[in-house]
Nanobody, 114 residues
Framework: VQLVESGGGLVQPGGSLRLSCAAS????????MRWFRQAPGKERELVAD????????IYVASVKGRFTISRDNAKNTVYLQMNGLKPEDTAVYYC????????WGQGTQVTVSS
């Protein structure tokens, strides 16, 4: 069972990145999928959440209007589109699957800097 994040990197303020989280060893169809992030010296925080059929999403206030979470159950993949990136978005971003079990990815680094 694995969640593998990709798409992180270095971007200038105002730029965009699209993170992907590919699941293997299980199907995400019944799972609530979430993106968390953890900046140096800070606690891990929930950034975005999407229900199993994608009918509902929630976002932390600091990313509303800039980030979009989506899922493609056929591809067993979840995405986080990040636009208008700010230096305070710099963190390691983690994918999380929640249902009868909880799975975590290894994280992908996002650095926003000029």
């Amino acid at each position: 069972v694995q969640l593998v994040e990709s798409g992180g990197g270095l971007v200038q303020p105002g730029g965009s990145l699209r993170l992907s989280c590919a699941a293997s060893g299980f199907t995400i169809n019944s799972y609530q999928m979430r993106w968390f992030r953890q900046a140096p010296g800070k606690e891990r925080e929930l950034v975005a959440d999407i229900t199993s059929i994608g009918a509902s999403t929630i976002y932390v206030a600091s990313v509303k209007g800039r980030f979009t979470i989506s899922r493609d159950n056929a591809k067993n993949t979840v995405y986080l589109q990040m636009n208008g990136l700010k230096p305070e978005d710099t963190a390691v971003y983690y994918c999380n699957a929640l249902w009868t079990r909880v799975y975590w990815g290894q994280g992908t680094q996002v650095t926003v800097s000029s």
